[in-house]
């Protein structure tokens, strides 16, 4: 475990933890920031306020209720579908990588990729949103044509991490997979 | 020709950096320790909305100069718009990085231009590259607008190429001169590519003749060489390459075809191209019943030119204005004679002893053509190996980056004027009404960038890896000199 710091690419703070279960297999795992309540403040107030304003003009007390009921569904549905608590890659050579996102509800998100399906995993650069960014991702091999990417699966695609974090993920990959 | 520009061109130069020490003397400000470096290296981001896989000479100037800087130790990236498909970063030969960012395009592969949108891309780019001089291309890209617009904002070094000519009379060269004038009126330097050319933007842009440098474009004669063993005996072949576009005089060659083929029944037609004026063509060949005399070849590939050329013993070019013709330097490279008309930056071009000149009129072209076939008959022309070994060392890419080169260098020392002190200087210069509103734009540009800065800080980005340059991971020049690499490397360093 070491100390260093690590952000993700909007500056806010990320943890990356790996655990070495043996020289060929090793489970890393980053962990997003927890929602801050700040943040929920702001969203509430926002609908709130909004439904006040409705509220004010038509004086129908429905509008209050159901801005209630849309506030409560609408944070169920942000932390069971949407925010993301940490995504782990278990890398295991010779088997495969399995990939898994724990959602803030607790919900687990798993899959698994066999390793005579991948053809290696690499850093890219991509353009998001109006930034361009570095990304880690895996090259699934093309059954037909064994040279040939069929598609790429990108790894970290809630946290985004930064290229020191991915560069520390992607030497300890790549160490993996060269033995085997 | 080229030597006598090239002096012309040092001297210039070295008059200007002599000017630029006695500003700097007095104002200490401007002074910056790393300008009097020469062996300086310098990150260089080319912006413009046209690279490949458009097909077209800027693009081509564009790719063989980054080439050459690269190969110099420089650290160049381009930025362009996405093509169809094809989007995001690619790396092309010798670690030359392009990003096609998605913007969109409105009218000839020309983006939008709202001075705004582009920013926080570019910015991104800018930033991660840790960019030194921004080099835009063509006053026919918004883009490259943009990125002058931006990365003053920014307080970056700007060079700008203009590729081409423009009028002074109708409503809409007055409105593009005007924009021009803004754009170029914080740009620190200014490429041209021929001498028409450069007196042609002075005067559009209303500029300091000081900051305009005079540049012409390269063909590669590796690729252009001679074989006239493809010629066919017995026939004279008159081979036609441009665009079939009003500009290119295609009317013009739609004159001269019946009324030579009629004088000399062995003159052969052979015309690369495409364009909406290839009708004009069609019907001239229709009319008068040239078909086997006449061949129309459609759009030819770039490598497939040469084999074009060869097969011709006279190049004919008709443009109605041109501010550096390539298409005859690669004909006369290819050992053809040249004919062209006497049009902007033609008569810079070539010796003349290797080009006839004549007006653009179709007599004046007809009569100059059968001099020259005249000519060819009598066997009074220089072999097409002459002509190839006095071409071939005119105009080299390698000349054309050490110039370009020196312009960074001199750009590199020069002070990025502040908010205010911009402000001002675009009222003085461009007069009191469009001066306030692009003052204005400026401000709204300043504040935009401000709030980027606030949402993702420039240190919050990656710097991304180098491909070229002194800290390159890969590429030739890093494996053959590494110890001077990394000794030149030290003063870029941030």
């Not at chain 1, 801050?36 to 509220?55: E, L, P």
């Not at chain 1, 003009?57 to 069971?80: E, K, P, Q």
């Not at chain 1, 809630?158 to 030497?171: A, Q």
């Not at chain 2, 005089?249 to 191209?273: A, M, R, S, V, Y």
Request: aromatic share 8%; glycine share 6%; hydrophobic share 40%.
């Amino acid at each position: 475990m070491d100390n260093e710091k690590y952000t993700d690419i909007n500056g806010k703070a990320i943890a990356l933890n790996y655990q070495r279960h043996s020289s060929f297999c090793t489970e890393f795992t980053v962990s997003s920031p927890k929602v801050s309540i700040g943040k929920v403040m702001v969203a509430t107030c926002f609908v709130w306020i909004f439904a006040y304003a409705v509220f004010f003009f038509t004086d129908n007390t429905a509008v209050l209720s159901s801005a209630i009921i849309i506030t409560l569904i609408g944070m169920m549905l942000y932390i069971h579908f949407v925010k993301i608590d940490h995504e782990s890659l278990l890398v295991i050579g010779s088997l495969g990588i399995q990939l898994s996102s724990s959602y803030a509800s607790g919900r687990e998100h798993t899959s698994f990729i066999e390793m005579s399906k991948i053809k290696d995993i690499v850093i890219n650069e991509a353009i998001y949103m109006h930034q361009i960014i570095y990304y880690l991702c895996i090259l699934l091999r093309d059954p037909a044509d064994t040279s040939a990417v069929s598609s790429v699966v990108p790894l970290f695609q809630s946290s985004k991490p930064r290229l020191n974090c991915l560069v520390k993920v992607y030497k300890s990959c790549q160490e993996i997979i060269s033995k085997c | 020709m080229g030597q006598r520009r090239k002096k012309a061109d040092v001297s210039a130069s070295s008059e200007k950096r002599a000017s630029e020490a006695d500003t700097a003397a007095s104002n200490p400000t401007a002074s910056n320790p790393t300008a009097s470096n020469p062996n300086r290296k310098h990150s260089i981001c080319m912006v413009s909305d046209f690279f490949y896989p458009n097909m077209g000479g800027v693009e081509s100037h564009i790719y063989q100069l980054s080439q050459c800087l690269i190969e110099k130790g420089h650290k160049v990236v381009i930025a362009t718009h996405a093509y169809g498909r094809r989007k995001g970063v690619r790396y092309l030969t010798n670690g030359l990085k392009v990003y096609y960012l998605p913007l969109q395009v409105m009218y000839n592969q020309s983006t939008a231009t709202t001075c705004f949108h582009s920013l926080p891309l570019l910015r991104c780019v800018f930033v991660r590259e840790a960019v030194t001089v921004v080099h835009a291309h063509s006053s026919f890209s918004a883009m490259a607008h943009d990125a002058l617009f931006h990365a003053k904002t920014m307080g970056l070094n700007t060079v700008f190429t203009d590729h081409s000519l423009f009028g002074f009379a109708d409503m809409s060269s007055v409105l593009t001169n005007k924009l021009l004038t803004v754009s170029l009126c914080d740009t620190d330097h200014i490429v041209c590519v021929s001498y028409t050319s450069k007196e042609n933007t002075v005067l559009r842009a209303t500029l300091d003749p000081q900051i305009v440098s005079v540049i012409p474009n390269a063909v590669d004669p590796t690729d252009f060489t001679p074989d006239p063993s493809q010629r066919r005996g017995g026939r004279i072949t008159v081979v036609v390459i441009s665009r079939l576009v009003y500009r290119k005089g295609i009317d013009l060659l739609g004159g001269i075809i019946p009324e030579l083929c009629l004088k000399h029944p062995d003159l052969h037609f052979l015309i690369g191209g495409e364009g909406p004026k290839r009708i004009v063509l069609e019907e001239v060949r229709e009319k008068y019943q040239l078909h086997d005399r006449v061949r129309l070849l459609g759009a030819l590939e770039h490598r497939d030119v040469r084999g074009v050329l060869v097969q011709g013993h006279i190049f004919l070019n008709t443009s109605l204005t041109e501010a550096f013709c390539m298409a005859i330097v690669e004909g006369a490279s290819c050992g053809l004679q040249v004919v062209s008309t006497r049009v902007g930056g033609i008569p810079e071009v070539l010796p003349e002893d290797l080009i006839s000149l004549c007006d653009p009129t179709v007599r004046s072209l007809c009569a100059g053509l059968e001099a020259v076939i005249t000519q060819l008959r009598s066997g009074a022309v220089p072999s097409p190996a002459d002509i190839h070994a006095r071409v071939r060392s005119l105009y080299t890419w390698r000349n054309v980056a050490g110039r370009t080169e020196k312009v960074y260098d001199r750009v590199a020392g020069e002070e990025v004027l502040p908010l205010d002190r911009r402000l001002l200087r675009l009222r003085q210069h461009c007069g009191s009404v469009a001066g306030s509103i692009f003052a204005f734009v400026a401000v709204l540009n300043f504040l935009f960038l401000l709030l980027l800065q606030w949402l993702v800080p420039d240190q919050v980005m990656d710097r991304a890896v180098d491909a070229s340059g002194p800290r390159a991971l890969w590429g030739p020049s890093q494996r053959d000199h590494p110890a001077e690499e990394a000794g030149a490397g030290a003063p870029t360093a941030e």
